[in-house]
């Protein structure tokens, strides 16, 4: 379990985190959500113990990081996957963090096989591709057997294997009781992965809640329709009090009403349909509507000639 209480971190004039409580579950796999500099990384660094609140705190299971005696077996932590020596292998860099905490090198050779990466654990972490250090990063973040991992983007330059593999593992670890909280602006793997979400924006918590109900908030599933009958189809439509958009002269984009009854109301008039596709509520964008006013980067949109 992860408890954050009030937690303020300020860097100057900016406060990066503002004043946020939440507590991250055992036995679910919870997302942190939140647009750049949102405050996820200050939040994440806080609780792993590399940066000292301004004021608020944080726990991992109940205590202090810093007043665990073996912090690894409590909390195991991927925040930098490049943060290793290039010069040292796979499986030194594993038995130097290994030898901190008294873990022996069986648990060093389960950890490589576990993260897939024992044939290559003598060759030098520095000449490993990205997704080869993330699974490194990770296979260091178990080494512990920890109660509670933290796991800042960890499918970032992972292959298709290794996104499926990483999902597994983390519903894995969270079914066996683990706390298991991850941030990653990869939102269709967020969508696979979480059970819950904590959001972030400007430094302030936006919702703290099940994946499923943050879904069901923000209703905006629509159905394309494709209809040589447009016109007839829309003012009909529109009488039902739906919102309807012209994509071009033969497909409408409907909200408000799903496709069974669109087929009815165009059945009744007359009108042909050709295709009616339901496009549903993505995480993307329930995710979008809930930070909408929390966005400190936003492009603008690109103009037309
Ligand atoms: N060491 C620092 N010194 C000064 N300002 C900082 C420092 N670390 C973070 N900040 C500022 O705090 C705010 C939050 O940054 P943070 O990195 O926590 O956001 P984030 O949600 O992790 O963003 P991203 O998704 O881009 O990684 C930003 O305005 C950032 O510029």
Known sequence: MIEVQNLTKRFGDTAAVDDVTFTVRPGVVTGFLGPNGAGKTTTLRAVVGLDRPTS??????????????????????????????????????????????GIGRRRVDEVLELAGIQEVARRRAGKFSLGMRQRLGIAAALLGDP????????????????????????????????TVFLSSHLMTEMSLTADHLIVIGRGRLIADAPLADIMAATDQSRVAVRTPHASALTAALLAHG????????????????????????????????????THATSLEDAYLSLTESSVQYRASAPTTS
């Open 56 to 101: 608020g705190t944080t726990t991992v299971n109940g205590t202090r990081l810093q007043q665990h005696a073996a912090p690894l077996r409590e909390l195991g932590v991927l925040l930098d996957a490049g943060n290793l020596q290039p010069g040292r292998s796979a499986r030194a860099h594993l038995s130097a963090i290994a030898a901190t905490h």
């Open 147 to 178: 109660q509670t991992v933290v796991l800042d983007e960890p499918i970032n330059g992972l292959d298709p294997d290794g996104v499926i593999w990483v999902r597994n593992l983390l519903k894995q670890l969270a079914s066996e009781g683990r």
């Open 242 to 277: 739906v919102t309807v958009t012209a994509v071009t002269t033969d497909r409408l984009e409907v909200s408000g009403m799903d496709a069974p009854a669109i087929a009815d109301v165009a059945a009744r008039i007359g009108a042909r349909v050709h295709a009616l596709t």
